[in-house]
């Protein structure tokens, strides 16, 4: 049965390693645009190129998935390690797949890491714009801190800074 499914296996990998690849320089594009000024447009734009290749990357996920229990491995790190050792064992050529699959672990690793931190950045912003909002609304700031016990309590000193 592997001799049938190596070669689909293999070709999903390559395309989840491509996606991937898409996904990660996507994530730079956004971090880069963190950090610049030019936010607004381009920012929705990757967000939605982001959440279409999250969407394929989860069918790729379900297709190896779906490959790996037609052999009836279970689909985690291990069954994908079983699965090339069947195939090495029937002469087949894993060379190039392991090496993809290697590659895109490492790259999903990174895009992990550099999504929390673009979602890091993009918390700081909207915290920012509330802030602003808060005080061209004249609403009042409190400041939040933490008491002996643990709870959190407003600043006693925090005030409007204007009122209409």
Not at 55 to 66: A, D, M, N, P, V
Not at 125 to 142: A, D, M
Request: charge should be neutral; proline fraction near 1%; avoid cysteine.
């Amino acid at each position: 049965m592997i001799n049938k499914t190596f070669p689909i296996a293999e070709k999903l990998i390559s395309n989840g390693l491509s996606l991937s690849r898409t996904l990660f320089q996507a994530l730079q594009d956004e971090s880069q645009l963190l950090i610049n000024q030019d936010k607004d447009k381009k920012l929705d734009a990757i967000t939605q190129h982001k959440q279409h290749l999250i969407s394929e990357i989860s069918q790729f996920t379900q297709q190896i998935g779906q490959v790996l229990q037609t052999e009836q491995l279970n689909a985690d790190k291990n069954g994908l390690t079983t699965y090339f050792e069947r195939a090495k064992a029937v002469s087949m050529d894993t060379q190039k797949a392991e090496h993809d699959w290697q590659e895109l672990i490492t790259l999903s690793e990174k895009a992990r890491d550099l999504n929390n931190q673009n979602g890091a950045g993009i918390e700081l912003l909207l915290r920012h714009t509330r802030l602003s909002l808060n005080i061209l609304k004249g609403k009042p700031q409190s400041v939040h801190t933490y008491g002996r016990d643990g709870s959190t309590q407003a600043d006693a000193g925090s005030k409007t800074l204007y009122t209409a």
